[in-house]
DNA sequence: CGCAGCGTGATCATATACGATCCGAGCGCC
DNA sequence: GGCGCTCGGATCGTATATGATCACGCTGCG
């Protein structure tokens, strides 16, 4: 079979088994979910190219398959750019992340172990202590890790994979970092307290996910009601 | 293997607008989601190629794309296969579907026009028809059918995007089409019955989603118990 | 209205994996 | 003990993916 019996093969294989179309995938991955390319950038191949030291057809490739995953259009003899979505998407968009994160708690609750608990709870403690001097950006953040920690033991795999898109998907929004409505912080915090009681006290799965659900439900409406003006003043 | 001479390229095609990558998809998907590539077989990049009469890239643009939906799966240096989903994906891409479609149905409830009412219980009735003499095929479209009549409404067109990648990604369970467990039918056609009954009369949204994903929960059940009694927990 | 930039796709060169063939050793049979 | 059969393993060949370069045409801008 191989001309090498298989020590060497293998060994060759890990140290330089990554293609190229795939280094640059996840190259531009990276850039599009921390938001170093911010939606609307345009990706211009050649370029990206140059930046990675390879032709352009592995980026190509790269950018079908972000296309596919909706973190990138394109268009045809046009080129390329990080996806935005507006207002509209974006309130679809969050709609489904309730739903599915809220079905991703009350799968992950019973799994859950002392640890994670006190993990959230601790994560929601530094929310509440960031209530004042007030840093949106720090707030988002915190925010997903709570959520993530408790959906996290979640034992559908595609569920969570689902999840994890739409994130990324919610992060196409055009100004600002994922969702904060000024207003809803000491509410939104005090439904996390809620739920973490929730799943402690071994709740029914359907009451989990409603109130998970809710929660997210309750972010948009607020989103919605309060963050609409155009952009900037 | 020779290579095409490929003689003229500037000629005939001009009229098309798409370009020759969409083509490849388009092509591509359609094989693959009417099974007429079925799951684990091997795509041949010069053998599309020279099908389609394009070179290799564009073709495996197409594929790129296909993988990051999860229709195709992708081996460095070994090349694609239509995506192989066992039983394990089918169980957890199933929980999700019922999950999706639930709520899809339960959004889209308040939008149905009696037509919509008609045309489900039509396809219903055809159901129930085909119960004896027994069409596992014809089931599972006339299934599909009923399912989409009835979600078709729903206003949130991302969750409606999701529900179809779902059905896709169903699709690739390597034996027999979709899902189709014979104790089930009668019983299904009875739930069916119940939502659509359930939304006629204008049942609270939470029920009649409750009910569609049960429907969706209790055939994902049967087949499970029946196809692998006792696997998993 | 022409020029420049850039996306599109073909062709070519290279790397890699899989399959076929061939060689030599172990082993049973005469 | 000699002969042939079979099987493990290496070498080579071919099929195929991967990526670079080049030619062409569209689009946008002056």
Redesign the pocket.
Known sequence: ???E?MTT?TEA?TA?AT???QRAYAWLHERIVTREYTPGYRL???AIAAELD?????V?EAIRRLEAQGLVT?E?????HVAMIDDSQYRHSMGTLALLEGAATALAAPHLTEADLRRAREVNRRLVAGLDDFDPHAFTALNQEFHAVLFAPCPNPRLLELVTTEWARLGRLRDSTFTFVPGRAQESVREHEEIVRLIEAGAPPADVERAARAHRSATLAAYLNHEHPGAHA
């Open positions: 079979m191989a001309r019996p093969s294989q330089v293609s190229k179309s211009v191949l050649a390879m032709s352009v057809v592995p190509r394109f045809r003899n046009v080129g390329a």
